[in-house]
T-cell receptor, first 114, second 109 residues
Framework: DAGVIQSPRHEVTEMGQEVTLRCKPISGHNSLFWYRQTMMRGLELLIYFNNNVPIDDSGMPEDRFSAKMPNASFSTLKIQPSEPRDSAVYFC????????????FGQGTRLTVV | QQPVQSPQAVILREGEDAVINCSSSKALYSVHWYRQKHGEAPVFLMILLKGGEQKGHEKISASFNEKKQQSSLYLTASQLSYSGTYFCGTEIAGNQFYFGTGTSLTVIP
């Protein structure tokens, strides 16, 4: 398997624009996680899905953020409208189960909002 | 909710040992350890479950003290490849998961 695949790797956008980040989890994994990493706040869990269903989205900063998982092989994180403070590295990770399995991270998307 | 790690940063010479601590204010169900190299994604090291077990492979091991709500990562005879930022991840009640504040470890020749 190629591992967790995220796209794009880098995204530069202007404030107010819509941004969509994409993730393809490892085949057979039934849990998917979206994280955000910044120098100030470290690694933050934004949302996680189990069997394509959002289980915990308490980490989503505000209504400008939304995430979907239409099927077991694809998820998106959307920010609309984007703001400079959204600049961060966004990681997607997948695992076989929520609690006891290791999570495999994608290479991340570095988002810069100017 | 975020667990606190100590120290924040440590510099070692090759061959030296290090201990990284992770402390939570909440009761823990499990503790995960990850290492992240600069510009890369975090990579899983190990998971410790309730029961006070200790896990490890080669020269990296960890312990989990439920009563103290703490975990420690032990790196022995450090190698240059051990350099990176180490994160603990803690699972608490309600299936909530938080990564720690991170510990930067630098191994020099």
């Amino acid at each position: 398997d190629a591992g967790v695949i995220q796209s794009p790797r880098h995204e530069v956008t202007e404030m107010g624009q819509e941004v969509t980040l994409r993730c393809k989890p490892i085949s057979g994994h039934n849990s998917l996680f979206w994280y955000r990493q910044t120098m100030m706040r470290g690694l933050e869990l934004l949302i996680y899905f189990n069997n394509n269903v959002p289980i915990d989205d308490s980490g989503m900063p505000e209504d400008r953020f939304s995430a979907k998982m239409p099927n077991a092989s694809f998820s998106t994180l959307k920010i609309q409208p984007s703001e400079p403070r959204d600049s961060a590295v966004y990681f997607c990770a997948s695992s076989e189960a929520r609690q006891v399995a290791e999570a495999f991270f994608g290479q991340g998307t570095r988002l810069t909002v100017v | 909710q975020q667990p606190v790690q100590s120290p924040q940063a440590v510099i070692l010479r090759e061959g030296e040992d290090a201990v990284i601590n992770c402390s939570s204010s909440k009761a823990l169900y499990s503790v995960h350890w990850y290492r992240q190299k600069h510009g890369e994604a975090p990579v899983f090291l190990m998971i410790l479950l309730k029961g006070g077990e200790q896990k490890g492979h080669e020269k990296i091991s960890a312990s989990f003290n439920e009563k103290k709500q703490q975990s420690s990562l032990y790196l022995t005879a450090s190698q240059l490849s051990y350099s990176g930022t180490y994160f603990c991840g803690t699972e608490i009640a309600g299936n909530q998961f938080y990564f720690g504040t991170g510990t930067s470890l630098t191994v020099i020749p």
